[in-house]
């Protein structure tokens, strides 16, 4: 991959009700050029709707890939990749970091009703996660808009050590870092 080529990455910090949104876009060789921030409701299911906010309010139409850190941000707050990449006209990459059965049985334990089918019928219109060798660890990923062989390729591109892509890695420095002033106001 060329090293002038751009992703944003998008991750979070939360406490209380809301969480702090970071977007950073980052180059494939490393350097940021790019931030902003949003906030989407713990517990709610405007995350999809904050990420596109975030990347609308970016302006950058050079960035090329979307990544995000998970698929239920702010205590399952379930994105919509599919409607993500639709709305942003790009490719979107959600990376997870651990093994786990997966969201449903942990959505069931905290909702219900209505709450619990709304949520389910986003996560089930999802692709499925690969496991994914990156470095020395193992992520897991899910793709819109790019064959499995893409995204792979393309979450290696943007790792050039461990098994956090580093627009990844950048904007959850960048969350945390807005949460924390956040909560100094």
């Not at 713990?42 to 890939?65: K, M, N, Q, S």
């Not at 069931?108 to 986003?122: Q, S, T, V």
């Not at 819109?144 to 990844?168: I, K, M």
């Amino acid at each position: 991959m060329k090293p002038g080529v751009r992703a944003l990455g998008v991750a979070e910090s939360y406490r209380a009700e809301q969480t702090t949104l970071a977007g950073a876009v980052v180059r494939a060789d490393r350097v940021a050029d790019g931030f902003a921030y949003a906030t989407a409701t713990v517990g709610g299911l405007d995350a999809t709707d904050a990420v596109i906010d975030l990347f609308d309010r970016l302006d950058r139409e050079d960035a090329r890939y979307v990544f995000v850190a998970g698929i239920a941000l702010a205590w399952y707050n379930v994105v919509d990749l599919r409607r993500l990449a639709d709305a942003v006209d790009r490719p979107v990459v959600s990376v997870t970091f651990e093994a786990s059965p997966g969201l449903r049985e942990a959505l069931a334990a905290e909702f219900d009703g209505e709450a619990l089918d709304r949520r389910l019928a986003i996560l089930e219109a999802q692709p499925p996660r690969e496991r994914l060798a990156v470095n020395d660890q193992t992520v897991f990923v899910r793709s819109v808009g790019l064959d499995a062989g893409a995204a792979r390729d393309l979450v290696r591109a943007f790792t050039p050590e461990g098994g956090r892509p580093e627009p990844l890695r950048v904007a959850r420095l960048a969350a945390r870092a807005g949460d924390d002033l956040r909560r100094a106001e």
